[in-house]
């Protein structure tokens, strides 16, 4: 029965993943279903040739090729859908797979609605920032320093994510930080995140359209 029970709701997510992909680019499914039956009919061709199992086989890879074309462009759809919202950043954070630690609040705000984000990790700790480089340096070097202040001989590192000229694009934010260099064990990661909760000042999420709920797509896992 839960089984029974599972597959509508399955298949009802993947309805609505189509629609956000079509929404972003209207040539997005035909894409994935080109790619699939492309590699069916090429399956099909060997079978005439070699035997029927490779038609078998044919239709398993046709699946799977589909899969991991639909699995690229709503990636590529979802980031498009967070880009310039506030909070994008957050969403992408809280997204790593692995042992990372991420304030839920901002630690830092400015009236222009800038923010820094802090995450724990096996590099240490890192900031966040999500607005220009003109305004989030000096929000950054200013979270540094009480960081440092806590987190003695902790790693700090500061990344810009933005499109500005030396940022890190949303849809690479992930990639740049599963790049970094493993620098704590993992009991010295939770004993760093305890003493980085202490300084967390009570500032409220900026308000904005991000879909409550929205399921990011997750990058390699830190091992």
């Given at each position: 029965m839960a089984k029974d029970a599972a597959a509508p709701g399955r298949l009802k997510q993947l309805r609505m993943v189509a629609q956000?992909?079509?929404?972003?680019?209207?040539?997005?499914m035909p894409i994935v279903y080109a790619s699939a039956l492309g590699t069916?009919?090429?399956?099909?061709?060997?079978?005439?040739?070699?035997?029927?199992?490779w038609i078998v086989?044919?239709?398993?890879?046709?699946?799977?090729?589909?899969?991991?074309?639909?699995?690229?462009?709503?990636?590529?759809?979802?980031?498009?859908?967070?880009?310039?919202?506030?909070?994008?950043?957050?969403?992408?954070l809280q997204s790593l797979r692995g042992t990372w630690h991420v304030e839920e609040k901002p630690v830092?705000?400015?009236?222009?609605?800038?923010?820094?984000?802090?995450?724990?990790?096996?590099?240490?700790?890192?900031l966040v920032s999500e607005g220009p480089s003109n305004r989030v340096q000096r929000?950054?070097?200013?979270?540094?320093?009480?960081?440092?202040?806590?987190?003695?001989?902790?790693?700090?590192?500061?990344?810009?994510?933005?499109?500005?000229?030396?940022?890190?694009?949303?849809?690479?934010?992930?990639?740049?930080?599963m790049k970094l260099p493993r620098n704590l064990?993992?009991?010295?990661?939770?004993e760093v995140n305890n003493r980085m909760r202490a300084l967390t000042p009570a500032i409220p999420m900026p308000k904005g359209p991000i879909p409550k709920g929205a399921r990011m797509p997750r990058g390699p896992k830190m091992r």
């Amino acid at each position: 029965m839960a089984k029974d029970a599972a597959a509508p709701g399955r298949l009802k997510q993947l309805r609505m993943v189509a629609q956000i992909i079509q929404q972003a680019n209207p040539k997005g499914m035909p894409i994935v279903y080109a790619s699939a039956l492309g590699t069916l009919i090429v399956f099909v061709v060997i079978g005439v040739i070699f035997g029927w199992t490779w038609i078998v086989f044919g239709v398993f890879a046709a699946v799977l090729v589909g899969m991991v074309v639909f699995s690229r462009l709503a990636q590529k759809a979802q980031y498009s859908m967070l880009h310039g919202q506030p909070g994008a950043t957050y969403a992408i954070l809280q997204s790593l797979r692995g042992t990372w630690h991420v304030e839920e609040k901002p630690v830092a705000v400015n009236r222009d609605q800038d923010l820094v984000f802090r995450v724990v990790g096996f590099p240490g700790v890192i900031l966040v920032s999500e607005g220009p480089s003109n305004r989030v340096q000096r929000m950054l070097l200013a979270e540094k320093k009480r960081v440092q202040r806590v987190a003695v001989d902790v790693p700090v590192y500061d990344v810009q994510c933005g499109d500005g000229e030396g940022q890190i694009p949303l849809a690479k934010l992930q990639r740049h930080m599963m790049k970094l260099p493993r620098n704590l064990k993992k009991g010295a990661v939770s004993e760093v995140n305890n003493r980085m909760r202490a300084l967390t000042p009570a500032i409220p999420m900026p308000k904005g359209p991000i879909p409550k709920g929205a399921r990011m797509p997750r990058g390699p896992k830190m091992r």
